[in-house]
């Protein structure tokens, strides 16, 4: 039962739902907030926290993006057009 063998099973943040990775952030930041953490157990939050945020930015940016291109058809209808990302190349 050594301390290295438990933090090396510690399961690596997954991708989840945006939902739920945000409840999970916020949570991270509440416990950090009002708290009496050991500075290992901080950073490991500090990280975990980090991996979240990061998920959910590329999520936000991703729906953004879709959003941006919803465009509105003559008949009124709207449609996701395909977006081009720097570096793509299209052959017509």
Do not use: H, N, W
Not at 27 to 32: K, N, R, S, T
Not at 38 to 59: D, F, H, I, S, W
């Amino acid at each position: 039962m050594s301390k290295v063998a438990k933090g090396a099973t510690r399961p690596e943040t997954e991708e989840v739902p945006f939902e739920v990775a945000l409840q999970k952030l916020e949570a991270i930041v509440e416990a950090m907030e009002s708290e009496e953490l050991p500075l290992e157990t901080l950073l490991t939050r500090y990280e975990e926290g980090t991996k979240l945020a990061a998920q959910c930015q590329a999520r936000l940016a991703d729906a953004d993006l879709k959003i941006s291109k919803l465009e509105k058809k003559s008949s009124g209808d709207f449609t996701l057009t395909p977006v081009e990302l720097p570096g793509d190349t299209a052959e017509d």
